[in-house]
Structure formats: structure tokens, C-alpha cells
């Protein structure tokens, strides 16, 4: 957990407290069903890795890029 999760709303595509439904009853021996929203949601949760990654990704790359030769040294 991040320290803004704490203080902000999760953003939309996030996944939530109230979605976290990982822990198994005693008599609960079936797996989940795969529903419509469900999938839904998956993808929204892998499309908004993908930008956050691809945003991250720029990030890095301005920061270690080599800097540019300055002008008029002759190199």
C-alpha cells in the first residue's frame, strides 16, 4: 500500500477494498465464476498497468538518456 492510498479515493480501475474477495469460507470448495463484469474489470485493471508501465517507462528513459553533445566543440 502507498501512502496517498491512504488519504485519496482509488482511482477508477483500481482494485478496491470491498472487490477483494480472497479469503475462503470453511464450506466455499468452488472456484469463483468468471462473470461478464468481472472481465470486465480484469481488463480495466490490465489496461491501466499497461499506461501506468508505458508512463514509467518515458520517465526512466528522460532521465538516463546521454546528454546532448553542446555545439561548437567540434566533437
Known sequence: MNLF???E???YGYRTE???Q???QPKQTRRTRL???RIK???TVNDVR???HGKYLEKVSKQYKPPAAAPGLGL
Open 35 to 37: 462473470t461478464l463484469t
Open 18 to 20: 470491498k472487490d477483494d
Open 22 to 24: 480472497t479469503s475462503a
Open 9 to 11: 479515493p482509488t482511482p
Open 41 to 43: 474489470k480484469l481488463r
Open 5 to 7: 492510498e491512504i488519504f
Open 50 to 52: 499497461k499506461i501506468e
